[in-house]
């Protein structure tokens, strides 16, 4: 990933309003950033902030109160030639926290390496979680995929499939049935966890669904608030497919997934044809989905039932 556009005027210009941050000196380090060998090494973005630390290079350091009062216990020897080591250690930034007095040693160090220097009235507790956080989202693995989400029956659900299938037709019927619209077209992906993907629209598709013949639509416009959703997690993909060659399969066997970076999704195929109602077959898929997160698996118990039957000698199996 690059890493060049995460520096620390950036991470200061969108954190400084939530986290209350002032720049106290080392404006001219405004450039400096993480390493990409640092972000490679980092198992999440959460690696790349914490309390005071003189054996990782490279990350941002921040300091509380109990950091300050270890400081005021050393020596002036001692307490400088850890300040020259914190130094050494090129983090992006510091960040006094606590509100608590900026020693002049440090404001001075900043100063002549320049090092970003802030400081907040917040917490360091606060401070490190809301940037680990913000580090997690940005450096977070991203994908765009084509299709629409929707939020059907509280669950994130991808409709795809080739184009001119009526994969807007069928997002906008079932909007009218009460479900709501995250993206059309181009849906963006980033994975905040380990089996946790989230999708947004991009703020120029914000809205709006494309329907052949009717054009543009604002949905948000004409079917009100509730209609649409800023984000929704990913749990399931609904791939349209018109078949006419009799492979179809109607009754999969093995529960079929797409990878969606790195993380395995629940996928369900469901063939376009004259006279088929998508959108109901879309939401009982996506209630049997539920149910399979339940533990209820329908086929297997049925599979289940009809292998008792065959092992009843006098066929007596209800």
Request: hydrophobic share 40%; proline share 4%.
């Amino acid at each position: 990933m690059d890493t060049s556009s995460i520096n620390a005027q950036s991470i200061f210009d969108d954190n400084a309003p939530a986290l209350k941050l002032s720049w106290l000196s080392g404006h001219e380090g405004w450039e400096r950033g993480f390493s990409a060998e640092t972000v490679e090494n980092a198992t999440s973005g959460a690696d790349l902030i914490g309390h005071l630390n003189l054996i990782h290079p490279n990350r941002i350091q921040v300091l509380g109160e109990a950091e300050l009062k270890y400081y005021n216990r050393l020596s002036s020897e001692d307490s400088s030639r850890h300040m020259a080591e914190l130094i050494a250690l090129e983090p992006p930034f510091l960040v006094v926290a606590d509100g608590n007095e900026v020693p002049k040693e440090l404001e001075l160090r900043c100063t002549r390496s320049s090092t970003p220097l802030f400081t907040t009235p917040l917490s360091s507790a606060a401070v490190i979680d809301n940037l680990r956080l913000y580090m997690s989202r940005i450096l977070a693995p991203r994908a765009t995929m084509h299709g629409v989400f929707l939020d059907i029956l509280g669950m994130g659900v991808l409709l795809t499939g080739d184009s001119g299938l009526g994969k807007s037709e069928l997002g906008l019927e079932l909007i009218s049935r009460g479900n709501g619209l995250v993206a059309d077209d181009a849906v963006d992906f980033v994975r905040l966890g380990p089996d946790y993907i989230e999708g947004r629209c991009p703020p120029l598709l914000q809205n709006l669904l494309e329907v052949r013949g009717l054009g543009l639509l604002d949905i948000k416009t004409i079917f009100g608030e509730t209609a649409v959703r800023r984000k929704m997690k990913l749990k399931l993909i609904v791939q349209l497919v018109r078949r006419t060659d009799g492979e179809f399969q109607r009754l999969p066997l093995d529960s079929q997934t797409v990878d969606v970076l790195g993380i395995p999704v629940s996928k369900v195929t469901l063939q376009v044809a004259a006279g088929r109602n998508l959108a109901v077959l879309v939401e009982a898929a996506v209630r049997n989905t539920i149910l399979q997160l339940r533990g209820i698996d329908t086929l297997r118990d049925f599979m289940d039932r009809q292998r008792l039957a065959m092992q009843d000698p006098d066929g007596q199996y209800r």
